[in-house]
């Protein structure tokens, strides 16, 4: 069983930076891959970054890449999302996502085995 909590959303104004923290609990975490995706509203969830279990591998949505950068400490059972340059388009509940198959993260999101709440970011033009 995976906990997975988000933190570090907020208000910002365009261009600037968040970085946003998905902690979890159990100790086969290392072992999970992770995404980040995000919802505003009246829109459906996009995938926005994801890492595989050993950080090898990390892929991005066209519409964050050069901006957005994912990485995860496995000893803190932490992954990151370092957000810059942050556009209006961007504002959405940013949910995090863990699953043992990288496949699942990429390609079947309903199908994810464990989910956070999600955290709200916020970007005023």
């Known amino acids: 069983q995976v906990q997975l909590v988000e933190s570090g959303g907020g208000l910002v104004q365009a261009g600037a930076s968040l970085r946003l923290s998905c902690a979890a609990s159990?100790?086969?975490?290392?072992?999970?891959?992770v995404g980040w995706f995000r919802q505003a509203p009246g829109k459906e969830r996009e995938f926005v970054a994801a890492?595989?279990?050993?950080?090898?591998?990390?892929y991005y949505a066209d519409s964050v890449k050069g901006r957005f950068t994912i990485s995860r400490d496995n000893a803190k059972n932490t992954v990151y999302l370092q957000m810059n340059s942050l556009k209006p388009e961007d504002m959405a509940i940013y949910y995090c996502?863990?699953?043992?198959?990288?496949?699942?993260?990429?390609?079947?999101?309903?199908?994810?085995?464990?989910w956070g709440q999600g955290t709200q970011v916020t970007v005023s033009s």
């Open positions: 890492i595989s279990w050993l950080a090898r591998s990390t």
């Open positions: 996502a863990a699953d043992q198959a990288l496949n699942t993260i990429l390609g079947a999101a309903s199908k994810i085995a464990y």
């Open positions: 159990g100790r086969t975490f290392s072992t999970y891959a």
